[in-house]
Protein backbone atom coordinates (compact mmCIF):
# COMPACT_ATOMS: atom_id res chain seq x y z
CA UNK A 1 0.00 0.00 0.00
CA UNK A 2 1.22 3.45 -0.71
CA UNK A 3 2.10 5.09 1.95
CA UNK A 4 1.65 8.71 0.16
CA UNK A 5 -1.89 8.08 -1.44
CA UNK A 6 -2.77 6.51 2.38
CA UNK A 7 -1.56 9.55 4.38
CA UNK A 8 -3.67 11.49 1.75
CA UNK A 9 -6.26 10.00 1.88
CA UNK A 10 -6.81 9.60 6.01
CA UNK A 11 -5.82 13.61 6.35
CA UNK A 12 -8.49 14.01 4.40
CA UNK A 13 -11.13 12.07 5.77
CA UNK A 14 -9.99 12.88 9.26
CA UNK A 15 -9.92 16.56 8.26
CA UNK A 16 -6.39 16.61 9.92
CA UNK A 17 -3.68 18.99 10.13
CA UNK A 18 -4.59 21.26 7.19
CA UNK A 19 -8.30 21.20 8.64
CA UNK A 20 -7.46 24.49 10.18
CA UNK A 21 -9.44 26.48 7.57
CA UNK A 22 -6.35 29.57 8.15
CA UNK A 23 -4.00 26.74 7.79
CA UNK A 24 -5.29 25.94 3.82
CA UNK A 25 -5.97 29.38 3.03
CA UNK A 26 -2.19 30.19 4.33
CA UNK A 27 -0.55 27.39 2.15
CA UNK A 28 -3.36 27.91 -1.19
CA UNK A 29 -2.51 31.49 -0.87
CA UNK A 30 1.06 31.15 -1.08
CA UNK A 31 0.92 28.35 -3.86
CA UNK A 32 -1.08 31.45 -6.20
CA UNK A 33 1.25 33.90 -5.43
CA UNK A 34 4.80 31.77 -5.86
CA UNK A 35 2.67 30.63 -9.10
CA UNK A 36 1.44 34.26 -10.63
CA UNK A 37 5.00 34.91 -10.34
CA UNK A 38 4.89 33.17 -13.68
CA UNK A 39 2.16 34.98 -15.22
CA UNK A 40 -1.26 36.24 -13.42
CA UNK A 41 -3.82 34.59 -16.36
CA UNK A 42 -4.82 31.26 -15.38
CA UNK A 43 -5.98 30.22 -18.51
CA UNK A 44 -1.88 30.13 -19.38
CA UNK A 45 -0.74 29.15 -16.28
CA UNK A 46 -1.14 25.84 -15.40
CA UNK A 47 0.49 26.09 -12.12
CA UNK A 48 -1.55 28.94 -11.23
CA UNK A 49 -4.53 27.29 -13.03
CA UNK A 50 -4.34 24.24 -10.58
CA UNK A 51 -3.56 26.60 -7.37
CA UNK A 52 -6.54 28.75 -7.89
CA UNK A 53 -8.99 25.72 -8.34
CA UNK A 54 -7.85 24.32 -5.12
CA UNK A 55 -8.56 27.42 -3.54
CA UNK A 56 -12.13 27.52 -4.94
CA UNK A 57 -12.52 24.02 -3.96
CA UNK A 58 -11.88 25.67 -0.22
CA UNK A 59 -14.17 28.05 -1.17
CA UNK A 60 -11.79 30.63 -0.61
CA UNK A 61 -13.50 34.30 -1.17
CA UNK A 62 -12.57 35.63 -5.16
CA UNK A 63 -10.78 38.63 -3.20
CA UNK A 64 -8.41 36.92 -1.47
CA UNK A 65 -7.54 34.80 -4.67
CA UNK A 66 -7.24 37.92 -6.97
CA UNK A 67 -5.20 39.91 -4.26
CA UNK A 68 -2.90 36.77 -4.04
CA UNK A 69 -2.69 36.66 -7.72
CA UNK A 70 -1.53 40.48 -7.68
CA UNK A 71 0.85 40.02 -5.27
CA UNK A 72 2.68 37.37 -7.30
CA UNK A 73 2.44 39.59 -10.05
CA UNK A 74 3.69 42.55 -8.38
CA UNK A 75 0.75 44.86 -8.73
CA UNK A 76 0.34 44.31 -4.97
CA UNK A 77 2.89 45.17 -2.52
CA UNK A 78 3.68 41.65 -0.26
CA UNK A 79 6.40 39.66 1.29
CA UNK A 80 9.00 37.93 -1.33
CA UNK A 81 8.48 34.38 -0.95
CA UNK A 82 11.31 31.99 -2.04
CA UNK A 83 10.65 28.40 -3.02
CA UNK A 84 13.02 25.82 -1.00
CA UNK A 85 13.17 21.92 -1.12
CA UNK A 86 14.63 20.36 2.21
CA UNK A 87 15.61 16.54 2.29
CA UNK A 88 15.99 13.82 5.23
CA UNK A 89 15.44 11.39 6.67
CA UNK A 90 12.72 9.39 8.99
CA UNK A 91 12.81 6.26 10.95
CA UNK A 92 14.41 3.12 9.43
CA UNK A 93 15.86 5.30 6.73
CA UNK A 94 12.53 6.70 5.37
CA UNK A 95 13.60 9.58 2.79
CA UNK A 96 11.47 12.82 2.74
CA UNK A 97 10.80 15.70 0.66
CA UNK A 98 10.05 19.29 2.38
CA UNK A 99 8.87 21.79 -0.04
CA UNK A 100 8.40 25.36 2.01
CA UNK A 101 7.48 28.91 0.84
CA UNK A 102 9.56 31.23 3.21
CA UNK A 103 10.33 34.92 3.17
CA UNK A 104 13.30 33.92 5.65
CA UNK A 105 15.51 30.99 4.31
CA UNK A 106 17.67 30.82 7.86
CA UNK A 107 14.75 31.01 10.57
CA UNK A 108 13.08 28.22 7.98
CA UNK A 109 16.01 25.87 8.06
CA UNK A 110 16.69 26.15 11.86
CA UNK A 111 13.27 25.15 12.34
CA UNK A 112 12.92 22.19 10.01
CA UNK A 113 15.70 21.02 11.28
CA UNK A 114 14.47 20.98 14.84
CA UNK A 115 11.00 19.24 13.64
CA UNK A 116 13.00 16.18 12.27
CA UNK A 117 15.44 16.13 15.41
CA UNK A 118 12.77 16.78 17.66
CA UNK A 119 10.60 13.99 15.93
CA UNK A 120 13.16 10.96 15.39
CA UNK A 121 14.77 12.35 11.73
CA UNK A 122 17.69 14.09 10.22
CA UNK A 123 17.98 16.99 8.04
CA UNK A 124 19.87 15.77 5.22
CA UNK A 125 22.10 17.25 2.48
CA UNK A 126 20.76 18.75 -0.83
CA UNK A 127 20.56 15.78 -3.37
CA UNK A 128 20.68 13.41 -0.30
CA UNK A 129 17.38 11.67 -1.16
CA UNK A 130 15.55 13.25 -3.99
CA UNK A 131 16.89 10.72 -6.17
CA UNK A 132 14.35 8.23 -5.05
CA UNK A 133 11.22 10.38 -6.38
CA UNK A 134 9.87 11.44 -9.62
CA UNK A 135 7.14 14.01 -10.17
CA UNK A 136 4.23 12.55 -11.32
CA UNK A 137 0.14 13.74 -10.71
CA UNK A 138 -1.72 11.48 -8.77
CA UNK A 139 -5.33 11.06 -8.32
CA UNK A 140 -7.09 9.39 -5.05
CA UNK A 141 -10.38 7.45 -6.14
CA UNK A 142 -12.51 5.76 -3.87
CA UNK A 143 -13.19 2.27 -5.22
CA UNK A 144 -16.96 2.52 -4.86
CA UNK A 145 -16.79 5.48 -7.07
CA UNK A 146 -15.79 3.91 -9.82
CA UNK A 147 -15.34 0.59 -11.70
CA UNK A 148 -11.49 -0.59 -12.27
CA UNK A 149 -12.47 -0.87 -16.08
CA UNK A 150 -14.49 1.83 -16.79
CA UNK A 151 -11.98 4.09 -14.74
CA UNK A 152 -9.15 3.22 -16.84
CA UNK A 153 -10.74 3.40 -19.77
CA UNK A 154 -11.26 7.16 -19.04
CA UNK A 155 -7.90 7.72 -17.78
CA UNK A 156 -5.76 6.17 -20.76
CA UNK A 157 -7.99 8.35 -23.26
CA UNK A 158 -7.30 11.30 -21.32
CA UNK A 159 -3.09 10.50 -21.48
CA UNK A 160 -2.68 9.11 -17.78
CA UNK A 161 -0.09 6.58 -17.70
CA UNK A 162 -1.21 3.57 -14.62
CA UNK A 163 -4.43 2.72 -12.19
CA UNK A 164 -2.74 1.41 -9.41
CA UNK A 165 -4.98 -1.09 -5.92
CA UNK A 166 -4.73 0.86 -3.33
CA UNK A 167 -6.57 -0.61 -0.77
CA UNK A 168 -10.12 0.81 -0.46
CA UNK A 169 -8.89 3.50 -3.54
CA UNK A 170 -7.49 3.42 -6.74
CA UNK A 171 -4.62 5.13 -7.44
CA UNK A 172 -4.34 7.31 -10.95
CA UNK A 173 -0.88 8.02 -12.02
CA UNK A 174 0.24 10.97 -15.00
CA UNK A 175 2.76 12.43 -16.51
CA UNK A 176 2.37 16.15 -15.12
CA UNK A 177 1.58 16.99 -18.32
CA UNK A 178 -1.44 15.22 -18.50
CA UNK A 179 -2.40 15.44 -14.92
CA UNK A 180 -5.22 19.01 -15.84
CA UNK A 181 -6.74 16.89 -18.88
CA UNK A 182 -6.83 13.23 -16.57
CA UNK A 183 -8.12 15.07 -13.61
CA UNK A 184 -10.95 17.03 -15.41
CA UNK A 185 -11.53 13.70 -17.94
CA UNK A 186 -12.21 11.46 -14.78
CA UNK A 187 -14.62 14.01 -13.10
CA UNK A 188 -16.33 15.39 -15.74
CA UNK A 189 -17.52 11.33 -16.01
CA UNK A 190 -19.26 12.03 -12.51
CA UNK A 191 -15.94 10.22 -10.27
CA UNK A 192 -15.27 11.36 -7.38
CA UNK A 193 -11.89 12.53 -6.92
CA UNK A 194 -10.47 11.91 -3.30
CA UNK A 195 -7.60 13.58 -3.26
CA UNK A 196 -5.42 15.51 -6.54
CA UNK A 197 -1.66 16.63 -6.83
CA UNK A 198 0.91 16.64 -8.91
CA UNK A 199 3.96 16.23 -6.34
CA UNK A 200 7.33 13.84 -5.95
CA UNK A 201 6.10 9.80 -5.59
CA UNK A 202 8.65 7.60 -4.43
CA UNK A 203 10.09 5.19 -6.35
CA UNK A 204 10.29 2.43 -3.96
CA UNK A 205 8.80 2.08 -0.20
CA UNK A 206 10.10 1.38 3.15
CA UNK A 207 7.70 -0.30 5.51
CA UNK A 208 7.38 0.61 9.10
CA UNK A 209 5.57 -0.82 12.44
CA UNK A 210 5.06 -0.18 15.50
CA UNK A 211 7.25 2.46 17.39
CA UNK A 212 8.90 3.83 14.23
CA UNK A 213 5.44 3.93 11.89
CA UNK A 214 4.06 6.34 14.96
CA UNK A 215 7.60 7.62 15.10
CA UNK A 216 7.33 8.70 11.29
CA UNK A 217 3.64 10.05 11.81
CA UNK A 218 4.81 12.52 14.43
CA UNK A 219 7.38 13.29 11.90
CA UNK A 220 4.86 14.42 9.26
CA UNK A 221 2.64 15.87 11.60
CA UNK A 222 5.12 18.29 13.17
CA UNK A 223 6.46 19.62 9.40
CA UNK A 224 3.00 19.53 8.05
CA UNK A 225 1.90 21.91 11.22
CA UNK A 226 4.86 24.79 9.83
CA UNK A 227 3.24 27.76 8.87
CA UNK A 228 5.96 27.50 6.11
CA UNK A 229 5.81 24.42 4.52
CA UNK A 230 3.57 23.93 1.66
CA UNK A 231 3.60 20.04 1.09
CA UNK A 232 5.68 16.83 2.43
CA UNK A 233 6.79 13.91 0.11
CA UNK A 234 7.62 10.32 1.64
CA UNK A 235 8.32 6.91 0.60
CA UNK A 236 7.07 5.19 4.14
CA UNK A 237 4.69 2.19 3.46
CA UNK A 238 2.20 1.05 6.40
CA UNK A 239 -0.57 -1.37 6.52
CA UNK A 240 -3.87 0.89 6.69
CA UNK A 241 -4.80 -0.60 10.22
CA UNK A 242 -1.53 0.37 11.68
CA UNK A 243 -1.49 4.04 9.61
CA UNK A 244 -5.62 4.36 11.12
CA UNK A 245 -4.01 3.49 15.01
CA UNK A 246 -1.67 5.74 14.83
CA UNK A 247 -3.36 8.88 13.13
CA UNK A 248 -5.88 8.81 15.67
Known amino acids: MSGHSKWAT ?18 LIREITMAAKHGGDPEKNPQLRTAVAAAK ?12 IQRGTGELPGATYEEVMF ?6 GVALLVEVST ?19 NMGEAGSVAWMFHKKGSLIVPK ?9 DIVLEAGGEDLRDDGDNW ?23 EHAEVGMLPQNYVKLEGHAAGTMVRLLEALEEHDDVQHV ?4 DMDAKTLEEVAS
Open 233 to 236: WSNF
Open 144 to 152: AAAAEDKLM
Open 57 to 68: AENMPADNIKRA
Open 103 to 121: DNRNRTVSEIRHAFGKNGG
Open 87 to 92: EGYGPG
Open 171 to 193: EVLTDPSAFEAVKSAVEKSGIKV
Open 10 to 27: IKHKKGALDAKRGKIFTR
